[in-house]
Protein backbone atom coordinates (compact mmCIF):
# COMPACT_ATOMS: atom_id res chain seq x y z
CA UNK A 1 0.00 0.00 0.00
CA UNK A 2 2.88 2.55 0.33
CA UNK A 3 3.98 1.36 -2.33
CA UNK A 4 0.91 2.55 -4.38
CA UNK A 5 1.34 5.72 -2.20
CA UNK A 6 4.46 6.73 -3.42
CA UNK A 7 3.46 5.67 -7.16
CA UNK A 8 0.28 8.00 -7.09
CA UNK A 9 2.67 10.83 -5.68
CA UNK A 10 4.85 10.75 -8.16
CA UNK A 11 2.58 10.38 -10.78
CA UNK A 12 0.92 13.73 -9.55
CA UNK A 13 4.28 15.56 -9.41
CA UNK A 14 5.09 14.19 -13.38
CA UNK A 15 1.88 16.21 -14.15
CA UNK A 16 1.48 19.14 -12.24
CA UNK A 17 1.23 22.04 -13.98
CA UNK A 18 4.19 24.06 -14.48
CA UNK A 19 3.89 28.18 -14.29
CA UNK A 20 5.33 29.55 -17.15
CA UNK A 21 7.58 32.56 -17.03
CA UNK A 22 6.16 35.41 -19.43
CA UNK A 23 8.40 35.77 -22.49
CA UNK A 24 9.51 39.35 -23.63
CA UNK A 25 7.48 40.86 -21.15
CA UNK A 26 8.22 44.78 -20.28
CA UNK A 27 10.00 45.84 -17.24
CA UNK A 28 7.37 47.66 -15.10
CA UNK A 29 8.58 51.18 -15.22
CA UNK A 30 8.95 52.46 -12.07
CA UNK A 31 10.52 56.04 -13.27
CA UNK A 32 8.79 58.40 -15.57
CA UNK A 33 10.61 58.04 -18.97
CA UNK A 34 13.30 60.30 -19.15
CA UNK A 35 12.73 60.71 -23.35
CA UNK A 36 9.24 62.61 -22.49
CA UNK A 37 11.11 64.95 -19.67
CA UNK A 38 11.68 68.36 -20.98
CA UNK A 39 14.14 70.22 -19.48
CA UNK A 40 14.35 73.89 -18.64
CA UNK A 41 17.24 76.14 -19.44
CA UNK A 42 16.41 77.32 -15.79
CA UNK A 43 17.42 73.72 -14.10
CA UNK A 44 20.46 74.05 -15.64
CA UNK A 45 20.84 77.11 -14.81
CA UNK A 46 20.29 76.71 -11.04
CA UNK A 47 22.39 73.79 -10.99
CA UNK A 48 25.41 75.64 -12.80
CA UNK A 49 25.15 78.69 -9.83
CA UNK A 50 26.15 75.42 -7.43
CA UNK A 51 29.61 75.46 -9.13
CA UNK A 52 29.48 79.05 -10.58
CA UNK A 53 31.12 80.73 -7.59
CA UNK A 54 34.33 78.03 -7.70
CA UNK A 55 35.00 78.48 -11.70
CA UNK A 56 34.00 82.75 -10.76
CA UNK A 57 37.08 82.84 -7.93
CA UNK A 58 39.73 81.75 -10.32
CA UNK A 59 38.86 83.89 -12.84
CA UNK A 60 36.82 82.27 -15.04
CA UNK A 61 33.17 81.45 -15.56
CA UNK A 62 30.56 78.49 -17.46
CA UNK A 63 28.03 79.86 -20.09
CA UNK A 64 24.59 78.12 -20.68
CA UNK A 65 24.23 77.93 -24.49
CA UNK A 66 21.24 76.11 -24.91
CA UNK A 67 19.37 72.90 -24.41
CA UNK A 68 18.10 71.33 -27.79
CA UNK A 69 15.39 68.77 -28.51
CA UNK A 70 17.34 66.16 -27.36
CA UNK A 71 17.76 67.25 -23.99
CA UNK A 72 21.39 67.37 -24.60
CA UNK A 73 23.09 71.19 -23.54
CA UNK A 74 25.85 73.08 -24.58
CA UNK A 75 28.05 74.95 -22.31
CA UNK A 76 30.80 77.07 -22.67
CA UNK A 77 33.82 78.44 -20.32
CA UNK A 78 34.46 82.18 -19.75
CA UNK A 79 37.57 84.39 -18.72
CA UNK A 80 40.18 82.27 -17.65
CA UNK A 81 38.64 79.09 -18.20
CA UNK A 82 38.58 79.52 -21.82
CA UNK A 83 42.48 78.80 -22.29
CA UNK A 84 43.20 76.79 -19.31
CA UNK A 85 44.60 73.07 -20.45
CA UNK A 86 42.77 71.80 -16.93
CA UNK A 87 39.19 72.75 -18.55
CA UNK A 88 38.45 69.83 -20.39
CA UNK A 89 39.26 67.53 -16.81
CA UNK A 90 37.28 70.59 -14.61
CA UNK A 91 34.15 69.98 -17.68
CA UNK A 92 34.08 66.09 -17.92
CA UNK A 93 34.96 65.47 -14.14
CA UNK A 94 32.94 68.27 -12.37
CA UNK A 95 30.88 70.27 -14.35
CA UNK A 96 29.23 67.68 -16.89
CA UNK A 97 28.77 64.89 -14.04
CA UNK A 98 27.07 67.40 -11.79
CA UNK A 99 23.97 68.59 -14.80
CA UNK A 100 23.97 64.54 -15.75
CA UNK A 101 23.47 63.86 -11.73
CA UNK A 102 20.96 66.03 -10.62
CA UNK A 103 18.81 67.11 -13.78
CA UNK A 104 16.69 64.49 -14.89
CA UNK A 105 16.04 63.72 -18.52
CA UNK A 106 19.68 65.36 -19.46
CA UNK A 107 21.33 63.54 -21.83
CA UNK A 108 24.38 64.56 -22.56
CA UNK A 109 26.45 67.82 -22.05
CA UNK A 110 29.00 69.05 -24.30
CA UNK A 111 31.27 71.58 -24.27
CA UNK A 112 31.35 74.24 -27.04
Not at 48 to 76: F, M, T
Amino acid sequence: MAEENKETEMEKNDTAPVEEQPQNEPAAKTQEDPQNIVVEEEQVEECLDKIRPYIQHDGGDVELLGIDEQNIAYVSFRGACAGCMMAADDFSGGIKLLLLDEIPGLRDVVLV
